[in-house]
């Protein structure tokens, strides 16, 4: 409010760093602070612009502590320490039992030793249980490895023609600044510690890393390297495995390695300073998902029992019936599908006038929902009966605040809307999902089950990957349940359908909502560096990070699946005649809101159809849930 503002400027005059913190979160020190201005709320200090001041300033703030929070995030930790571990015990004990098959020699000694005259019901399930355990986890690493030894399936040159590499790559150097660009993709070697070790450190065991110097180490963590650390041979490293899902650049052909030649005098042209001289640099890595191997932890087959067996039966499937959802398949692709309400059969004069048969299924507009992952499109479903509008039957142009706006798009509806949610098996915590679509393939699907429905005119909205708000409830910046969601399904596949349909002499896509999206900046290295590579700062992060990043579904899904220059968005590729929304929210640590807002928050975006919505006080999917007073911050 104003008060104080003469001393902060002096302060920052002086030192160059302002670090201010709540009163409520700092703990009083033993000596003065230097340089220190205190304030009923909040405690300024100035610190010099170096690292281990930095580290020292910030190391004093002691945030308030929840026991019971502790605790239970504690015992959520030595459980995926259990999950994790169930696979190699199984084995080991396989092993073992198989050693003293092959040392008793003879049936008589083999039943003699291992009691199977007397085993019990109970002891023959716990056998077939421990074996399959065991099998379970040797499947799970074989297709872990056999996703590894390849790059992503829908990249390459095949797919990406040179001319489409040259466009898209002036689209990425026109959003961010050159030298940023290419240096936020490069890191240095960090460590990622186990959700048993920071449980360890938690507990004070010395030796193992407390919960600050955890949170410390990864902030720090593939933060880039400085454009005048990075050599020629570093960046054209990059490039080879980014651009050309090629190992490196020794794997390029004469006349690949020539074309990256060029984007990369492209690059340092836009930076306006040349790259040092020189090979690849010792030490320095590039961040690419579709080439690196795949980070997966392991979990058991009770994990799935509970996720794809007792969450679906118990809480998806009734949610979905209840609303007045049926489950639908054309070829792969699975989905939901609810009429408007009150819209069972459309009057005979309206039919026939459109050439149709009376009681056929009305051609109104229909809401199509790509969720995110977590356990499937379930979550979503009660925010969707306040997003989508079934009653009013006329929508104004662009009106994003309502719950109309997202079903119409801005043209009269002359019957109630209908909502449609595509499933993604890939991303749903199932024991063995679907293989994910191809861009061509999910397009096509989706075109060809709008068509069954009889949807003309549809708004297609996807939802970030994020994690279920079923489990821990919304999310809310880091703590104390930080966001796993950072790659997407939702937006990535709304953009393939987006950039297919656009080509349709009449397209069938009227607007998009793009709700936390990484699409619209997919080629910015912090999702990827959020989601893929970050290590976990804490116990929550770890928990977060075990059940939505590590699950090897999704992540064979996230960085071998999506084709990143077929699920970017645009601006360049949209038109006032397809309305977006896009909708972020202000506190979300994955989707980078102010870029977003900068990018397509300015006025020739509004010329081109686009509106950016920020909804404030919220992080990633913090929009789920279930509370009215969210009303006012759904698009």
Known sequence: EGKGSDTFEFMLAVAGLLVLRPSALVSRPTVPYPRVWNHPFCVAEAVALDESAVQAAVGRVEPTKD?????????????????????????????????????????????????????????????????????????????????????????????????????????????????????????????????????????????????????????????????EEITEGDAYEW??????????????????????????????QAAGKALAAGGPTPGVKSMCAQMDRL????????????????????????????????????????????????????PASSAEARGGERGAPSAADAFVFVHGIGVGPAVYADVLERMVCDDTPVVAVGDATTAGGLAGAGAPLHHPPRCGQVETDAISQKLFPAAALSPDRFAQLLDRALA????????????????????????????????????????????????????????????????????????HSTTT????????????????????????????????????????????????????????SDDDAIVAPDAIAGRFGTWQSRLAGVQVLRMAGIGHGGWIEDDPAQGDRLP
């Open 295 to 346: 980070q997966w932890s392991s979990r058991p087959l009770l994990y799935y029992a509970l996720s794809d067996g007792l969450v679906q039966a118990a809480y998806a499937a009734p949610k979905m019936r209840s609303l007045g959802y049926t489950r639908r398949r054309t070829g792969e692709l699975g989905y939901y599908y609810r009429r408007g309400r009150g819209a069972a059969a459309e």
């Open 67 to 227: 026991p019971a929070e502790g605790i239970l995030l504690a015992s959520i930790a030595a459980l995926i320490t259990i999950f994790e571990l169930t696979g190699p015990v199984c084995i080991s004990l396989v092993a073992i039992a198989l050693a003293a098959v092959v040392d008793a020699g003879t049936r008589e000694a083999v039943t003699m030793q291992l009691g199977l005259g007397e085993v019990t019901a109970a002891e023959k399930l716990a056998a077939v249980w421990v074996a399959s355990e065991a099998a379970f986890y040797l499947v799970q690493t074989a297709i872990a490895s056999q996703a590894s030894d390849r790059h992503s399936p829908f990249t390459g040159v095949a797919q990406w023609s040179p001319g489409r590499r040259r466009e898209l790559w002036r689209r990425l150097l026109a959003t961010q600044p050159a030298a940023e660009y290419l240096s936020s993709w490069l890191y240095r070697e960090p460590s990622f510690p186990t959700p048993a070790t920071l449980l360890l450190g938690w507990s004070g065991v010395p030796g193992f890393p407390s919960p600050r110097a955890a949170a410390a180490a990864a902030a720090r963590s593939f933060r880039g390297v400085g454009w």
């Open 239 to 268: 490039g080879a495995r980014a651009l050309f899902a090629a190992p490196s650049l020794a794997a390029l052909t004469p006349a690949q390695e020539e074309e990256l030649r060029a984007l990369t005098s492209e690059l340092e």
């Open 529 to 584: 560096r959020e989601f893929v590579y970050r290590p976990a700062s804490g116990l929550a992060d770890a928990i977060a990070d075990y059940l939505f990043k590590k699950e090897l579904w999704t992540s064979r899904a996230v960085s071998r699946s999506i084709v990143f220059h077929e699920a970017s968005f645009f601006l360049e590729d949209c038109s006032a005649r397809r309305p977006t929304l896009i909708a972020v």
């Open 452 to 523: 069954e429905l009889g949807v003309e005119r549809a708004v297609i909205c996807g939802h970030s990957y994020g994690p279920s708000p079923l489990l821990f409830g919304p999310c809310r910046s880091r703590p104390p349940f930080p966001s796993a969601g950072e790659l997407e399904a939702g937006t990535a596949l709304v953009s393939y359908a987006l950039n297919r349909d656009r080509h349709r002499r009449r397209p069938r896509l009227c607007g998009a909502v793009l709700l936390d999206p990484i699409a619209t900046l997919l080629h």
